[in-house]
């Protein structure tokens, strides 16, 4: 679930897009994706690689201060 207006949505992320990678840490299940993102603070911002589709996508996520 992609939260309107929150970090991932501003940075181009869609529901159903499926997050492989954070800072290039692999995660399989939304708690790997929950504890990976936990991790960092603002103002760091975190890299996801996800798929939408067939293709692979990387995207900076900018927390809010």
Same mark, same amino acid.
């Given at each position: 679930?992609?939260? /309107? ?7 181009? @992320?869609?529901t159903g897009d499926l997050v492989l990678?954070?800072?290039? @840490?692999?995660?399989? #299940?939304? #708690? ?10 603002? /103002?760091? /911002? ?7 589709? #067939? ?7 900018? /927390?809010? #201060?």
């Amino acid at each position: 679930v992609v939260l /309107p207006g929150g970090a991932a949505e501003v940075a181009g @992320v869609m529901t159903g897009d499926l997050v492989l990678e954070v800072n290039r @840490v692999r995660v399989s #299940t939304l #708690t790997e994706l929950d504890a990976a993102i936990a991790e960092y603070e603002a /103002p760091e /911002p975190v890299l996801l690689k996800f798929r939408r589709g #067939t293709s692979l996508r990387y995207v900076a996520l900018k /927390p809010r #201060t």
